[in-house]
């Protein structure tokens, strides 16, 4: 969970903010012996949301079934794969651009790392802060730790 949860926790607590509580569940299931937790599943409980994050690395072709999934009251988003990403949504009536009903959308090309380092260099040349507060990376990390069992 920490090695590839993280990934999956970051966007969560940044979209939905502290959790209420944090419930995982943390196995271990290889055959190898390396004490490694590597089936795992982590509720993450917000006052009006449910987060869920899975992950396993007993899956065949994980990268491509990785997904950042949102279910709402008008519809559903699900990105996936996640690199290089493609994003459905389902959406019960018409929202800001999008139609009602199912449908692709399109992404710019995803270059992976590059917006980060042109933000922090711009944060270092004191042309605008950084993109996250520290209290939003605190918010995370505590999360990151409590699904980890660490905390």
């Given at each position: 969970?920490?090695?590839?949860?993280?990934?999956?926790?970051?966007?969560?607590?940044?979209?939905?903010?502290?959790?209420?509580?944090v419930k995982p569940t943390l196995r271990r299931?290889?055959?190898?012996?390396?004490?490694?937790?590597?089936?795992?599943?982590?509720?993450f409980e917000f006052p009006s949301a449910l987060g869920v994050i899975t992950n396993s690395t007993h899956q065949p072709n994980a990268f491509a079934q990785?997904?950042?999934e949102v279910f709402?009251?008008?519809g559903s988003t699900i990105l996936k794969p996640i690199e290089p990403p493609t994003l459905q949504i389902?959406?019960?009536?018409?929202a800001g651009p999008y139609k009602a009903g199912a449908q692709t959308i399109s992404?710019?090309?995803?270059e992976r790392?590059?917006?980060?380092?042109?933000?922090l260099a711009a944060a270092i040349r004191g042309e605008k802060p950084l993109s996250v507060t520290l209290d939003e990376e605190l918010r995370?990390?505590?999360?990151?730790l409590r699904a980890c069992e660490m905390s």
């Amino acid at each position: 969970m920490f090695e590839l949860g993280c990934h999956l926790i970051d966007p969560l607590i940044r979209l939905l903010g502290q959790p209420v509580d944090v419930k995982p569940t943390l196995r271990r299931h290889a055959s190898v012996e390396d004490g490694l937790k590597d089936n795992n599943t982590v509720v993450f409980e917000f006052p009006s949301a449910l987060g869920v994050i899975t992950n396993s690395t007993h899956q065949p072709n994980a990268f491509a079934q990785r997904s950042f999934e949102v279910f709402g009251t008008n519809g559903s988003t699900i990105l996936k794969p996640i690199e290089p990403p493609t994003l459905q949504i389902d959406l019960a009536r018409a929202a800001g651009p999008y139609k009602a009903g199912a449908q692709t959308i399109s992404l710019p090309v995803y270059e992976r790392y590059v917006g980060d380092f042109a933000g922090l260099a711009a944060a270092i040349r004191g042309e605008k802060p950084l993109s996250v507060t520290l209290d939003e990376e605190l918010r995370v990390h505590e999360a990151l730790l409590r699904a980890c069992e660490m905390s």
